[in-house]
Nanobody, 116 residues
Framework: VQLQASGGGLVQAGGSLRLSCAAS????????MGWFRQAPGKEREFVAS????????YYTESVKGRFTISRDNAKNTVYLQMNSLKPEDTAVYYC??????????WGQGTQVTVSS
């Protein structure tokens, strides 16, 4: 049972990246999925989440209009399309699966670095 995040990298401010998170060994389609990030010296923060049908999406205020979360239940994968990236988006990004009211299963993280 694991989540495998990928797609991070180094990009200039204003650029784009697409993160992917592939789930294995879990009933992916039944769970809310989310993305979190943790910048150096800061606590992990919520970025976005998506309902199991994909019908509902939620974003932290700082990424609204720039990031889009989506999922493909047939591929057991959740995505985070990040556009208009800013240096303050630099962080390790984690995908997670929610069980009830708790985020219980976490991926290993992928580094996103945005240069100014």
């Amino acid at each position: 049972v694991q989540l495998q995040a990928s797609g991070g990298g180094l990009v200039q401010a204003g650029g784009s990246l697409r993160l992917s998170c592939a789930a294995s060994g879990v009933t992916f389609s039944s769970y809310i999925m989310g993305w979190f990030r943790q910048a150096p010296g800061k606590e992990r923060e919520f970025v976005a989440s998506i309902s199991w049908t994909g019908a509902a999406e939620y974003y932290t205020e700082s990424v609204k209009g720039r990031f889009t979360i989506s999922r493909d239940n047939a591929k057991n994968t959740v995505y985070l399309q990040m556009n208009s990236l800013k240096p303050e988006d630099t962080a390790v990004y984690y995908c997670a699966q929610r069980d009830g009211s708790n985020w219980k299963l976490w991926g290993q993280g992928t580094q996103v670095t945005v240069s100014s």
